[in-house]
């Protein structure tokens, strides 16, 4: 584990970075989930395996995640989101600390949810360090106005069976400059169908392999 200081918190993160590592991609998540999510987490040692490395971090701190339960309001706090995961990517891109033989490693962005438009929105800050985004089951649209400025080709994973989720991520594709829409068939929000969660990793790990 590592902690990442940023001027407003510290946040903890797992960083893995595979011999021979051709990028290093930071997950973003949302809505209420953690670094720990089983399914990020399972994406993230497809993606080692892959030859990819990986950082996941919370983005709020425990007594800011506390509050969220509650109020649910910090999920949203897209800003506040986004100026977390801009510090993240600046420490990255500049050599962590605790690792710094990340520095001048090609930097992809993975957002889930809400952490997607924090994706995006670090994305369209920092042109120069993001090399392409993956979102799953995100919701780009809360991106707003960063949503041309986004410069990194994207690649929006949608389930077939998440009707709301996917006509929101199809309009914003059409905001973005670089995009696809991927269509998982047959899986709803949180891919938990057989198959639909190991096709989001190979979908992931092909976009990454062929941008970073």
Do not use: C
């Not at 993160?13 to 399914?39: E, K, N, Q, T, Y």
């Amino acid at each position: 584990m590592i902690t990442l200081t940023l001027p407003d918190a510290e946040l903890p993160g797992d960083l893995v970075i595979p011999d021979g590592a051709r990028g290093v991609v930071l997950f973003a998540h949302g809505s209420g989930s953690s670094r720990h999510s089983p399914r990020n987490r399972a994406v993230a040692e497809g993606l080692n395996a892959a030859g990819i490395g990986t950082l996941l971090i919370d983005l709020l701190t425990e007594p800011e995640e506390e509050a969220d339960r509650v109020t649910a309001a910090l999920r949203f706090d897209i800003d506040l989101l986004t100026r977390r995961l801009v510090g993240a990517v600046d420490g990255l891109a500049e050599g962590l600390e605790a690792a710094p033989h990340t520095a001048g490693l090609p930097i992809g962005l993975f957002g889930a949810s809400t952490g997607a438009a924090a994706a995006l929105g670090a994305a369209a800050a920092r042109p120069e360090k993001i090399a392409a985004v993956v979102s799953r089951g995100g919701r780009p649209d809360l991106a707003g106005p960063s949503l041309p400025q986004v410069q990194a080709p994207v690649l929006l994973l949608v389930g077939g069976r998440d009707t709301e989720v996917l006509e929101l991520n199809e309009q914003a594709h059409r905001s973005l400059p670089v995009s696809e829409v991927h269509v998982i068939s047959g899986a709803t929000h949180l891919f938990e169908e057989p198959g639909a969660l190991e096709e989001v990793t190979a979908q992931a790990a092909d976009w990454f392999n062929r941008y970073l």
